[in-house]
C-alpha cells in the first residue's frame, strides 16, 4: 500500500492554558498538606514559639527565621533557574521536532 492510501492521524487541538483565575483558585483549594506546599519546606522548621521573656532566645530566634527565609529564597531562585533552563531545552526539541516533522512530511508527498 502507497503512502498516500494511508489515513491520516489528525491530533486534538491543545487545550487553552488555564487562567490566572483558575489557577489561583486551584491553588486556594488545595489542601494545607498538598505536595506543592510541602515538597520545598525545611526539614526541621524553626521554633516559632514567642519566647518574650529571653531577649537572647528571641534574637535567636529571628536569626534562625532570617536564614531560613535566606536559604528559601536561594532554593526558589534554583529551581526558577533550572525551570527556565528545562524550558529551554523543551523549546529546541520542539523546534527540531517540527524540522523533522517537516522533513518527514515532505519526503512523504
Known amino acids: 500500500m502507497s503512502s498516500k492510501g494511508k489515513k491520516r492521524v489528525v491530533l486534538p487541538t491543545r487545550p487553552a492554558p488555564p ?33 518574650a521573656e529571653d531577649p537572647e532566645a528571641r534574637l535567636e530566634q529571628l536569626y534562625q527565621q532570617s536564614r531560613a527565609y535566606v536559604a528559601m529564597n536561594e532554593r526558589l531562585r534554583q529551581a526558577g533557574d533550572t525551570l527556565r533552563q528545562k524550558f529551554e531545552d523543551l523549546r529546541q526539541a520542539d523546534k527540531r521536532l517540527e524540522q523533522d516533522v517537516s522533513h518527514v512530511t515532505s519526503a512523504t508527498s
Not at 483558575?22 to 519566647?51: H, K
Open 19 to 51: 487562567t490566572v483565575e483558575q489557577i489561583l483558585e486551584d491553588v486556594r483549594g488545595a489542601p494545607p498538606n498538598d505536595p506543592v506546599f510541602t515538597a520545598l519546606a525545611p526539614e526541621e522548621p524553626p521554633d516559632l514559639s514567642p519566647r
